[in-house]
Nanobody, 125 residues
Framework: QVQLVESGGGLVQAGGSLRLSCAASGRTFSRSAMGWFRQAPGKAREFVAAIDWIGGSTYYRGSVKGRFIISRDNAKNTLYLQMNRLQPEDTGVYYC??????????????????WGQGTQVTVSS
């Protein structure tokens, strides 16, 4: 069992930065692949970034590649998302997710078992 709590969201101007954190409880965090997803009003939840359980492989949606960095600290049971050069289209509720099962894909939300409650990110133009 993994419980996830996100923090770090807020209001920022376009071009600014935010760092999201996801604190995890449970003994399986270090063996869990982790991901960030987001959902804008009226839109479906979409993949943002993911990282394997070791932290050696990372994956990004195309629109955030080069701007966002996903990382994890297994000693602190914490997942991070550093978001730079934010744009209004990055606005949404950001969720962290975790899974212990292996799947080839990291971008499919249905492959993740555990979800946080979300944190709001708003980017003004």
């Amino acid at each position: 069992q993994v419980q996830l709590v996100e923090s770090g969201g807020g209001l920022v101007q376009a071009g600014g930065s935010l760092r999201l954190s996801c604190a995890a409880s449970g003994r399986t965090f270090s063996r869990s692949a982790m991901g960030w997803f987001r959902q804008a009003p009226g839109k479906a939840r979409e993949f943002v970034a993911a990282i394997d359980w070791i932290g050696g492989s990372t994956y990004y949606r195309g629109s955030v590649k080069g701007r966002f960095i996903i990382s994890r600290d297994n000693a602190k049971n914490t997942l991070y998302l550093q978001m730079n050069r934010l744009q209004p289209e990055d606005t949404g509720v950001y969720y962290c997710a975790a899974r212990t099962a292996y799947f080839n894909s990291y971008s499919e939300s249905w492959t993740y078992t555990y979800w946080g409650q979300g944190t709001q990110v708003t980017v003004s133009s």
